[in-house]
C-alpha cells in the first residue's frame, strides 16, 4: 500500500486546510485510515482515524474543528481542518494498516502562523 498525502502550507490563525491521502490498492474500502501529526520536539501523536464502516475518532484537541472522511471510489481519506490555531502546527502522516501490516505516507507540513 502507497500513501500520499498533499495539501499541507501556510495558514493564518483561524484558516482552513483539506488534507488528502490518496492510498494505492484495490480494496481500500477495507482500510483502516488514520491521520497523525508530529510537532517539533515532540512525539508523533493521533489526530484522527476512521474505519472501514466510516466510524470516526478525533483527539479532544481537534474535536468539533477536524473532520476525518473517505471517498472509497477515489482511494481517498480526507483531513478536513478548521479554525486552525498555532499548536496545530506540525507535519500531517496519513497511515493505514490491513491484514496486520502497518504503512505510512510521506507528511505534509501545516504550519499556522500569522
Known amino acids: 500500500v502507497q500513501l500520499q498525502a498533499s495539501g499541507g502550507g501556510l495558514v493564518q490563525p483561524g484558516g482552513s486546510l483539506r488534507l488528502p491521502c490518496a492510498a494505492s490498492?484495490?480494496?481500500?474500502?477495507?482500510?483502516?485510515m488514520a491521520w497523525y501529526r508530529q510537532a517539533p520536539g515532540k512525539q508523533r501523536e493521533l489526530v484522527a482515524h476512521?474505519?472501514?464502516?466510516?466510524?470516526?475518532y478525533y483527539v479532544d484537541s481537534v474535536k468539533g474543528r477536524f473532520t476525518i472522511s473517505r471517498d472509497n471510489a477515489k482511494n481517498t481519506v480526507y483531513l478536513q481542518m478548521y479554525s486552525l490555531k498555532p499548536e496545530d502546527t506540525a507535519v500531517y502522516y496519513c497511515y493505514a494498516t490491513y491484514a496486520g501490516v502497518h504503512y505510512w505516507g510521506k507528511g505534509t507540513q501545516v504550519t499556522v502562523s500569522s
Open positions: 490498492g484495490s480494496i481500500f474500502r477495507t482500510y483502516f
Open positions: 476512521i474505519t472501514s464502516g466510516g466510524s470516526t
